[in-house]
T-cell receptor
Framework: EDKVVQSPLSLVVHEGDTVTLNCSYE??????LLWYKQEKKAPTFLFML????IEKKSGRLSSILDKKELFSILNITATQTGDSAIYLC???????????FGTGTRLQVTL | SAVISQKPSRDICQRGTSLTIQCQVD?????MFWYRQQPGQSLTLIAT?????????ESGFVIDKFPISRPNLTFSTLTVSNMSPEDSSIYLC?????????????FGEGSRLTVL
């Protein structure tokens, strides 16, 4: 059975801190790994990673994949209260865009 | 990208009743999916809605409980049948946008169902 595990489950930081969220996976057929941000109900797409060692970056957020060790990290620098959300990691394991999601990391950024 | 509208946004339902959730996309899409997110849990794929044929259900989900329609490339419905409190969840419609990468999903705002 495909499995995606995220850590930590929750995290509280002060505004301005840097955080690292972890995602490890065990799947039979890896195609890509994706990160989503869920603030209320609808997850919004952040990154898709397919190749090891190539960092994807968008503003204060960045992510990298290690296909040998089967994990990815999501970094957020200079956190802001607007970064407070659940961050979901998902793995695409087939040709039909079906995703297996992790349980998410709940990030709370305080003033 | 794709703009996805879901209705209802939320509802409170009585045990034993059924509710149909609608998903409308602003462009024609090939791949459309229905996910469930139970309280405190992550997203679980219920089924892939196939245009013009029966939906493809994931392990643990059956057509009698979650009938799905997909009459065209922009619209789908998910019915939650004979509801019980365990069906209280957020139900999310998602699509791969035209020209989008395989696996890059866009989600509707979700339908939060509470079953009493």
């Amino acid at each position: 059975e495909d499995k995606v595990v995220q850590s930590p489950l929750s995290l509280v930081v002060h505004e301005g801190d840097t955080v690292t969220l972890n995602c490890s996976y065990e799947v039979t057929n890896f195609r890509s790994l994706l990160w989503y941000k869920q603030e209320k109900k609808a997850p919004t797409f952040l990154f898709m990673l397919t190749s090891s060692g190539i960092e994807k970056k968008s503003g204060r957020l960045s992510s990298i994949l290690d296909k040998k060790e089967l994990f990815s990290i999501l970094n957020i620098t200079a956190t802001q209260t607007g970064d407070s959300a659940i961050y979901l990691c998902a793995v695409n394991t087939g040709t039909a865009s079906k995703l297996t999601f992790g349980t998410g990391t709940r990030l709370q950024v305080t003033l | 990208s794709a703009v996805i509208s879901q209705k209802p946004s939320r509802d409170i339902c009585q045990r034993g009743t059924s509710l149909t959730i609608q998903c409308q996309v602003d462009s024609q899409v090939t791949m459309m999916f229905w996910y469930r997110q139970q309280p405190g849990q992550s997203l679980t794929l219920i089924a892939t809605a196939n245009q013009g044929s029966e939906a493809t259900y994931e392990s643990g989900f059956v057509i009698d409980k979650f009938p799905i329609s997909r009459p065209n490339l922009t619209f789908s419905t998910l019915t939650v049948s004979n509801m019980s409190p365990e069906d209280s969840s957020i139900y999310l419609c998602s699509v791969v946008a035209p020209g989008g990468y395989t696996g890059e999903l866009f989600f509707g705002e979700g339908s939060r169902l509470t079953v009493l």
